[in-house]
């Protein structure tokens, strides 16, 4: 059922597709050989957040588009290194300034499609720019080095580029893991097929025009495929000329994308979920644990991989912090994604709508006590009655044992437990299949480093929560994936080592004892 809200979000999605040249009646959302392309498959439906009404639907790439989207890719890739590193650099600082004058249409629709709060968009925006300045910078500085070896020879080792690399990117933040990935991939010497969840195909596509336009990349550097993981992922994934596999999303895809490399033999970067633990002991400044612990979980809805899901409380903070953490994510302005007051939308998509609210309730069931939220919040439009809004959820009297301590939620949901000790404090932050991300609050700077020391996790933060920046590496362990994304090691995800041996000996060594007779 359609609704002024819908109305809106429609007309506001036409005019800026309409801007990019793309007719919305039929949605061109695929990059290829430098053209937009509009897939012939499945015809695949957008979903309002906020309203859970159609906004508009696209069609499947499938395989055939796959194999165009790879063959250009392979041709620009060969193109693309004759250039010298120098020149790509340049070139790809070009990529960065081909996004200026489109950063609030690409923040618009991110909004619409994904049920950002636009403000939140706007950054996103400016961090792929970021993303693409700074790896800009490292194409000229990917050395190699001379090992002295032990034989008459001159051995050196180069960076190489593994050719056509094909990613995969989620519904969660589709602006920012695009430029994520693609950027180290290209500054590597790569061409990339990447292929974003089919739930938030727009931005990616335009990104790709826009930084191979502003860039002069080759025409293909670049390819975006849009459609469902069946079809055009297994496409993906499954092509021989695709070197390796990167992939952003849920533990349970990542599983398949790894097999599907494996049966080719074609390594995989794999970022994957989080149950990342935000401890907080009684020497913390708490005004600033409080604010730490509302942005760790209720930033983008929760829907976010390295969300501080399992707040660890020292017992002597327990009931005083959590009612000032429940007043204060009640003070959480919760509306439309449009609304530059916003702070909070809907939940992405229906399917993660229903799933959070199983799992809160399989929480209750099982003896959790909820704080506050649990349902949407007062004070939306009516039109909004089939949304996905969940109100910021606390639950308290958790156990380590119950699912909700274990699964990740992907929502607003906060989980409280308590320990007595540096000891207990460790072992529930660990108690996890996750190693992503976790966080210590302390006035105790040689107790916080003792405890981050600690923790299975790829990132740590001491007295802070969720600073993530382009420059430095991110990724987990176990089941939250493997290889990391970002600064020099993301860049060095995307090539392999070559040894080279020159002899310099005045007569080389016959090592077979061929001679003149």
Known sequence: MSNALTQRARDAIAQHLDAFGIDPAAPATNWIAGRLIAGDGEAIPLIDPVTGAQLL??????????ERAIEAATTAQAEWMALSASERGRRLQGAARGLEGHEEALAQLESLIAGKPVGDCRGEVAKVREMFEYYAGWCDKQHGEVIDVPTTHLNYVQRIPYGVVGQITPWNAPMFTCGWQLAPALAAGNAAVLKPSELTPLTSALIAMLVERGGRLPAGLIGIVNGLGHTTGQALTAHPRIAKLVFVGSPETGRRIAEAGAQRLVPSVLELGGKSANI????????????????????????????????????????????????????????????????????????????????????????????????????????????YFLAPTILTDVTPEMTIANEEVFGPVLVVMTFRDEQEAVALANATR????????????????????????????????????????????????????????GLREYTLPRSVWVETAAQATAAMGYGDG
Not at 442 to 466: C, E, P
Request: hydrophobic share 45%; aromatic share 6%; proline share 3%.
């Open 434 to 489: 996750f190693g992503l991300a976790g966080a210590v609050w302390s006035r105790d700077t040689a107790k916080a480093l003792r405890i981050a020391h600690q923790l299975r996790a790829g990132t740590v933060w001491v007295n802070s929560y969720k600073t993530i920046n382009v420059m430095s590496p991110f990724g987990g362990l176990g089941e939250s994936g493997y290889g990391r994304s970002s600064g020099l090691d």
């Open 280 to 387: 907080v002991f009684d020497d913390a400044v708490l005004d600033d644990a409080v604010s730490g612990a509302q942005a760790a979980i209720f930033a983008g809805a929760g829907q976010s991989c390295v969300a501080g899901s399992r707040l660890l409380l020292h017992e002597n903070l327990l009931p005083a912090f959590t009612e000032r953490l429940a007043r204060a994510a009640e003070a959480i302005a919760v509306g439309l994604p449009a609304e530059d007051a916003t702070r909070m939308g809907p939940l992405q998509n229906a399917a993660q709508y229903r799933r959070v609210h199983a799992l809160i309730e399989e929480a209750l069931a099982q003896g959790a006590t909820l704080l506050t939220g649990g349902q949407a919040p007062a004070g939306l439009p009516a039109e909004t009655a089939d949304g």
């Open 57 to 66: 639907s696209y069609r499947d790439a499938g395989a055939a588009l796959v």
